[in-house]
């Protein structure tokens, strides 16, 4: 068995729009193959004030001196990239599907907190649609675990949606009847998805997909129009959900169903449950789902994201 790569060290994090455009004239083999342990880490770095100032007016987070939940995301959304442009990964980046994500928030981080950040992928898993790899992502201050995330990303491969359907493992998201019953006494807030929003979160995240530009951009890759980032979508989720997103210990869970069309007409609901968990969807209005999850106080399953 051949040694892992060398771990990638970073004086600062990269450019996302130069390892977007990097993924873009990148060679990749015809077959897919295994995808060994590849990890990247950047040294300490204070967010800029500026990238922060955007993606708060984008999302809808007030000044109020901590980082949004969903923020470190943004940070580590370069070393995503960086690992995933590596010579050793065996897929192109392009193509891939963003499907679900773990975030874990183990206390609240001031805006000018100095953030190490690391991030490794190893492994995939077979599922019906293609294969899936988790990107994981540790963020430390001081030495010291303070938010984590999973990354789960699809490889659509040809032939995988002739299989025949898997059975929904324990865990995953609801059906839709069960949907409807959990959000049956939320009430619906309507949102107006302006066409430049995709312009907007690139500007906040670096991420200048041409898919998320233009519909003239988006229909070279087969859409009709260009769509929304998926994690701007989640930042909006978690900025209209309030106080119950400023505590210190948080895990936000996020399923993306499908595209979000830009301009959109969509409806934002959430339902509090017992223990404080927070379920939240954004829906189109004729009922189609592009985005559900779940806010939960505290953190768990901190081992999926620890360094062996």
Same mark, same amino acid.
């Given at each position: 068995?051949?040694?892992?790569? $060398?771990?990638?060290?970073?004086?600062? $994090?990269?450019?996302? *729009?130069?390892?977007?455009?990097?993924?873009?004239?990148?060679?990749?083999?015809?077959? &897919?193959?295994?995808?060994?342990?590849?990890?990247? %880490?950047?040294?300490?770095?204070?967010?800029?004030? %500026?990238?922060?100032?955007?993606? %708060?007016?984008?999302?809808?987070?007030?000044?109020?001196?901590?980082?949004?939940?969903?923020?470190?995301?943004?940070? *580590?959304?370069?070393?995503?990239?960086?690992?995933?442009?590596?010579?050793?990964? &065996?897929?192109?980046?392009?193509? /891939?599907?963003?499907?679900?994500?773990?975030?874990?928030?183990? +206390?609240?981080?001031?805006?000018?907190?100095?953030?190490?950040?690391?991030?490794?992928?190893?492994?995939?898993?077979?599922?019906?649609?293609? +294969?899936?790899?988790?990107?994981?992502?540790?963020?430390?201050?001081?030495?010291?675990?303070?938010?984590? *995330?999973?990354?789960?990303?699809?490889?659509?491969?040809?032939?995988?949606?002739?299989?025949?359907?898997?059975?929904? &493992?324990?865990?995953?998201?609801?059906?839709?009847?069960?949907?409807?019953?959990?959000?049956?006494?939320?009430?619906?807030?309507?949102?107006?998805?302006?066409?430049?929003?995709? +312009?907007?979160?690139? +500007?906040?995240?670096?991420?200048?997909?041409?898919?998320?530009?233009?519909?003239?951009? *988006?229909?070279?890759?087969?859409?009709?129009?260009?769509?929304?980032?998926? /994690?701007?979508?989640?930042?909006?989720?978690?900025?209209? /959900?309030?106080?119950?997103?400023?505590?210190?210990?948080?895990?936000?869970?996020?399923?993306?169903?499908?595209?979000?069309?830009?301009?959109?007409?969509?409806?934002?609901?959430?339902?509090?449950?017992?223990?404080?968990?927070?379920?939240?969807?954004?829906?189109?209005?004729?009922?189609?789902?592009?985005? /559900?999850?779940?806010?939960?106080?505290?953190?768990?399953? &901190?081992?999926?994201?620890?360094?062996?």
């Amino acid at each position: 068995m051949s040694a892992s790569p $060398p771990v990638l060290e970073l004086a600062e $994090p990269p450019s996302l *729009a130069v390892e977007l455009l990097r993924a873009a004239v990148a060679r990749r083999p015809a077959r &897919p193959g295994e995808v060994p342990r590849l990890e990247v %880490r950047v040294r300490p770095f204070t967010p800029d004030k %500026r990238q922060l100032a955007l993606y %708060r007016e984008v999302c809808g987070f007030p000044a109020e001196g901590h980082l949004p939940l969903p923020f470190p995301q943004v940070l *580590a959304a370069p070393l995503h990239l960086a690992l995933l442009n590596r010579p050793e990964f &065996p897929y192109r980046l392009l193509g /891939m599907i963003h499907v679900r994500n773990h975030l874990q928030q183990h +206390r609240r981080l001031a805006e000018g907190a100095s953030l190490s950040v690391s991030a490794w992928v190893e492994g995939q898993r077979e599922v019906r649609q293609g +294969r899936e790899l988790d990107l994981h992502t540790r963020v430390e201050e001081g030495g010291v675990l303070v938010w984590s *995330a999973v990354t789960t990303m699809l490889r659509r491969l040809p032939g995988t949606s002739e299989r025949p359907r898997e059975e929904r &493992p324990a865990g995953s998201s609801a059906s839709a009847t069960e949907e409807d019953t959990l959000f049956a006494h939320s009430r619906p807030a309507p949102w107006t998805v302006p066409e430049d929003t995709g +312009r907007r979160y690139a +500007r906040a995240s670096g991420d200048y997909n041409p898919i998320h530009l233009y519909a003239l951009t *988006a229909r070279a890759f087969g859409l009709p129009r260009a769509i929304a980032h998926g /994690m701007w979508t989640v930042g909006r989720c978690v900025a209209e /959900m309030g106080e119950a997103a400023e505590a210190p210990a948080l895990t936000l869970t996020s399923a993306f169903r499908r595209p979000l069309l830009l301009p959109s007409r969509v409806v934002f609901q959430t339902a509090v449950q017992r223990d404080g968990t927070v379920a939240y969807r954004v829906k189109s209005e004729d009922g189609q789902p592009h985005v /559900m999850g779940q806010l939960t106080p505290g953190v768990d399953e &901190p081992a999926r994201t620890d360094s062996p």
